[in-house]
């Protein structure tokens, strides 16, 4: 059984209990600490995390279409053990999903999942306008120890309506991940494009994504936007 907790805020710690599988961003392994020899190993995954060959390959490709494709490697922990992962020294998020809860978060974002999380790529039909693009990546519960760790640039704040039912809106470029129910929780891009955005005028916020308050979800968001985004102006 796997448990995972933060060191100092930028390392994911990982402990292990007998034997178990693991699935992190392709390089991310830093240190490992076993007793009487090391007991895990690595292996890239060329296709997918799923345990069918088909709908591995069918993931593989519809991650790479869709621009969603997150390296992966598989560790394989063969008794007790303690191991540490990390990413450029970005900060490190854990969650952990509620039986069927689904997570939706940018591929590049993904350090690290156990294998209780059903892992997906879900059109959402929105984001043309940023960075977010067409599509994003799922981690779904499937059993009761389902852990992902999230990277971010800079702690991150979280925002949620599931209590207050309020409007949330947030920049596309800074947002991490959304958790709610998969099919009710996407968001709408909401735009406020004027003539003043062709003249050189626009306020730097001209679109966003929106959850209304008949839409309960938790969506985090990094203090860092992702360069990129349509700027519409004439100089």
């Not at 892992?119 to 519960?141: D, E, M, W």
């Not at 494009?193 to 959850?211: C, D, P, R, T, V």
Request: hydrophobic letters at 35%; one cysteine or more; proline letters at 3%.
């Amino acid at each position: 059984m796997l448990s995972f907790e933060t060191v100092n805020e930028l390392t994911l710690k990982v402990t292990c209990s007998g034997s178990d599988v693991l699935f992190t961003k392709a390089g991310s392994f830093i240190a490992g600490d076993s007793a009487g020899g090391k007991n895990y190993k690595f292996e890239k995954l060329l296709l997918g995390p799923q345990n069918s060959f088909g709908q591995a390959a069918l993931g593989s490709l519809l991650r790479r279409v869709t621009g969603e494709n997150l390296p992966l490697m598989k560790v394989m922990f063969s008794g007790d053990s303690v191991t540490y992962y990390a990413n450029y020294g970005q900060h490190v998020l854990i969650y952990k999903l509620a039986p069927s809860e689904t997570v939706s978060v940018e591929s590049e974002n993904i350090l690290a999942f156990t294998q209780d999380c059903e892992y997906n790529v879900r059109f959402i039909g929105c984001g043309v306008i940023s960075q977010k693009g067409l599509a994003t990546s799922t981690l779904t519960a499937s059993g009761n120890n389902a852990y992902v760790a999230i990277l971010t640039d800079g702690n991150p704040i979280v925002l949620s309506n599931i209590q207050s039912r309020h409007t949330i809106s947030v920049d596309p470029d800074a947002v991490i991940c959304w958790m709610g129910q998969s099919g009710v929780c996407d968001p709408q891009v909401k735009t406020d494009l004027s003539w003043k955005n062709l003249i050189g005028q626009a306020s730097g916020e001209s679109y966003a994504f929106e959850w209304s308050g008949n839409q309960p979800v938790s969506v985090i968001v990094q203090p860092s936007e992702r360069r990129g985004g349509i700027r519409v102006g004439i100089d």
